[in-house]
């Protein structure tokens, strides 16, 4: 029996379409595709604490603001974009009530401490604590690269800045990444 | 270690990793990367660096959709909703609602029985308007008058409402929605650029 579900292999926009459509199943497919890329962007950017809320708060928002995606960008890169906004806004609210998590330049939080329950090699381990170094910024942008393959435009996109300052970020990444591992 | 020369198909090396390059493009980079040191090094670095990278937060992502469907069922702007039965049910319900307040505060105005007029009409929409914007199952946000119905005041006033204020009403009901009015864009970024990196100098 083929399971006829919208999910499993539809592109996005097709998705899209469906739950334009009334198919809620849609939904769940496109929450499936995309959340942990969202949820490894939030935590890359220094979110330790409230990770899944984040992302949860990324899909409601998508969904309720869905007759607005035009599809200029694509929709992993349009959900990254929100889980960025929501991120400076939390970031907001944290700074006002002087609880500071905040994402900044000095700000050295690692991302592995949100990687609960992930085992990891000694191999991984090492590399992760090299990536742990970089300032969110650079690591949002080296993340999204690696492990997405986004481009520096898509990259631009979703973390708010310029394809050359993206490429920038990215490439004195890799060279502090290189350096850590060589030591 | 060989400097590499070519900065533009080394540049490619994370597309090739997630195999986003087209046919073309991919053997262009494997080739480069077949005679440069420094790009195969940084290939297999890429290579080592995905899995170990890949490893996210562990989350719900069942809970998040059940989360997206419930919100979802009760934004007014959501075509499914707007369109289908859901809608329709809505507007019916709220409308029957308002219907019956008025017939009750019809029976209820006796002579010799002063109702109290100490609540707006517009009371329930303000409450709803005014909920924390967290996922809630729909009967929470749903609209509905339970508030309204206990008072005689509401009644009274529901009553003398004309069919163009039931209209008014009942469409202000339909439309009440805990979406949130900001709706970021890509390429707009419009609480500044807190997050950039003034170390980069890209710009």
């Known amino acids: 029996m083929t399971d006829h579900s919208p999910s499993e292999h539809a592109p ?63 929709f992993r890169t349009w959900l990254l974009t929100i889980a960025r906004n929501l991120l400076r806004d939390r970031q907001r609210r944290r700074t006002r009530a002087r609880h500071h998590v905040a994402i900044q330049d000095d700000d050295l939080v690692s991302s592995s401490d949100a990687l609960e329950g992930a085992v990891a090699t000694e191999t991984e381990q090492r590399l992760r604590a090299a990536v742990d170094t970089l300032s969110p910024m650079q690591r949002s942008i080296f993340t999204l690269r690696v492990t997405e393959g986004l481009s520096y435009k898509e990259i631009a996109l979703a973390v708010g800045s310029t394809e050359g300052a993206a490429r920038v970020h990215y490439h004195n990444a890799m060279r502090i990444i290189r350096e850590k591992i060589d030591e | 270690m060989s400097e590499c020369t070519n ?4 540049d490619l090396l994370p597309e090739l990793v997630n195999d986003r390059l087209d046919a073309e493009s991919r053997q262009r980079v494997e080739a480069h990367v077949a005679s440069c040191t420094e790009c195969a090094e940084e290939l297999a670095l890429l290579r080592s660096l995905r899995p170990a990278l890949m490893h996210g937060p562990a989350i719900d992502t069942a809970r998040i959709a059940a989360a997206v469907r419930a919100r979802s069922a009760d934004i007014a702007g959501r075509p499914p909703a707007r369109s289908g039965m859901g809608s329709r049910w809505h507007l019916a319900a709220a409308a029957a609602t308002v219907l019956a307040v008025g017939a009750l505060g019809y029976v209820t105005r006796k002579p010799g029985i002063v109702a109290p007029r100490s609540v707006p009409v517009h009371a329930p929409p303000k409450q709803v308007a005014s909920a924390p914007p ?16 206990a008072s005689f005041g509401v009644l009274d006033n529901v009553s003398d409402l004309s069919d163009d204020d039931v209209r008014t009403l009942t469409a202000s009901l339909d439309e009440l929605s805990p979406v949130p009015d900001v709706d970021p864009s890509p390429g707009i970024d419009p609480l500044g650029a807190s997050l950039e990196d003034p170390s980069a100098g890209g710009r």
């Open chain 1, 12 to 74: 996005d926009a097709a998705l899209i379409a469906q739950w334009r459509g009334g198919e809620e199943r849609a939904a769940t497919a496109l929450v499936e595709r995309h959340a942990q890329a969202i949820a490894r962007f939030v935590a890359s950017l220094g979110e330790r604490e409230e990770v899944e809320e984040v992302v949860q708060d990324t899909f409601v928002r998508a969904f309720g603001s869905l007759e607005s995606f035009r599809g200029e960008s694509s």
């Open chain 2, 7 to 10: 900065g533009e198909l080394r």
């Open chain 2, 134 to 149: 967290h996922v809630a199952p729909p009967h929470v946000a749903a609209p509905s008058t339970p508030t309204a119905v």
